[in-house]
């Protein structure tokens, strides 16, 4: 029996179509001195059969994810401090040009976007649970209320400064179980002819690349223009418009609005026709997506296998949240992993969630290049190999598994 659960967007079946195994939280990054037990939950996921909507089949509780010591910055990638400062200048421009606009951010992280838009003199308020990150929020003169953002919170943002003209929220709503009442809080909060962006993975860039990492704890669902356009409806609000970007592996930008307040933009149609086409949340889709992910995660085993047989010196690059999903759902531990670099401090020396690789920070890569590296932030791959050109003159290469296995 193929297991099923309850969609959390419509009620309507959801039918399991790959599991991933047991998993630790993607950011629990463990003191090696450390012997409690480590938390693990059940990661699958699992199709709607009503609404298309991509989703686990289990929820894990938010409290254990979005906490104090929430260890990743959005700013730390300059490709990641440019995007959003043209996202909040294209925001301004197009949705907050009226008198004394509002925008509000939902999941502001460390304020990069809305720093930007506190800059340009303009109203704002950021929402952000994990209280770490905002801090570094505040020291750039951005306004920001701990808390998860929900209706009975909306409704007060309501009440204190009135209807925002921008919802923005980047990689941040597909955390989120709990969509009703976030969407009802939407609806409350925007002004007449406001809008509510927001970006995240996209399942079509996904079932593409068979880029089974971009699951784990944090990304509860993976939206198509179908399912968010289905989503959207039953709160009274409508996909107006669609956007492609680079970022993340391949993230969508949409666009709602209230009913009938704009007149969809052709990008629209044109991605529900293509997505159609594709079929992305077919039975028979899903079940070749699985059979790749399988085969891609025999390779990249045998491939780390082999070259340990060798000899070689292999480390990690990136001790990305994304990695936790990769190095578990695959079994790759110190045995054939020597570590993994990564830049933010409070990962380095500590071992991964589960995997146990020890993190090391990017001077242990650079002063002994190693003879590879698994590019685990593959979503960073330009920016990276651009930055590393010492590591490809010493001879060594990049081991990569989306969308397949090969060195480079
Ligand atoms: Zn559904």
Request: contains cysteine; hydrophobic residues 40%.
């Amino acid at each position: 029996m193929v297991p099923t659960a309850t969609c959390r967007v419509c009620a309507g079946t959801v039918t399991e179509f790959m599991d991933f195994g047991r998993q630790p939280l993607s950011d629990a990054f463990r003191d090696p001195a450390d012997t409690s037990e480590e938390f693990f939950y059940r990661l699958a996921v699992g199709a709607c059969a009503d609404c298309e909507m991509v989703q686990m089949m289990e929820e894990v509780p938010r409290e254990r994810m979005f906490h104090e010591g929430y260890p990743y910055y959005s700013s730390g990638s300059s490709v990641m401090r440019d995007h959003f400062r043209s996202t909040a200048q294209k925001l301004l421009a197009e949705h907050a040009a009226g008198d004394d606009p509002f925008v509000v951010e939902l999941g502001c992280n460390d304020g990069v976007m809305l720093e930007t838009v506190a800059r340009a003199g303009v109203r704002h308020l950021g929402m952000e649970p994990s209280t770490g990150v905002s801090e570094v929020a505040r020291d750039k003169g951005v306004r920001v209320r701990n808390a998860f953002f929900e209706k009975a919170t909306a409704l007060r943002i309501r009440e204190e400064d009135g209807p925002a003209d921008v919802v923005y929220a980047a990689n941040t709503f597909c955390h989120i179980p709990y969509v009703d009442s976030v969407l009802e809080g939407i609806t409350a909060l925007l002004a007449p002819g406001g809008v509510f962006v927001f970006e995240d993975p996209y399942f079509g860039d996904v079932s593409e690349k068979a880029s089974f990492d971009q699951f784990y704890d944090e990304h509860f669902f993976l939206f198509t223009a179908t399912s968010v356009r289905n989503m959207a409806r039953r709160f009274g609000l409508e996909l107006v418009d669609v956007e492609r970007l680079p970022t993340h592996g391949g993230e969508l930008r949409y666009t709602l609005a209230r009913e009938g307040s704009r007149t969809p933009a052709p990008a629209v149609g044109a991605l529900l026709a293509e997505e159609d086409k594709r079929a992305l949340t077919s039975p028979e889709v899903l079940s070749s997506f699985t059979r790749r992910v399988g085969e891609n995660r025999e390779r990249l085993v045998e491939e780390l296998r082999s070259l340990r047989d060798q000899g070689r010196r292999v480390v990690g690059y990136g001790a990305t949240a994304k990695s936790a999903t990769v190095l578990n759902f695959c079994g790759i531990g110190p045995d054939l992993l020597e570590f993994i670099c990564d830049t933010t401090p409070a990962k380095q020396g500590r071992l991964t969630p589960g995997s146990h690789v020890m993190v090391r920070d990017h001077g242990a890569f650079t002063d002994s290049y190693p003879d590879y590296a698994l590019l685990l932030a593959w979503n960073h791959a330009e920016e990276i190999m651009a930055k590393e050109t010492g590591f490809r003159d010493a001879g060594g290469r990049w081991l990569r598994y989306v969308p397949d296995v090969r060195t480079t």
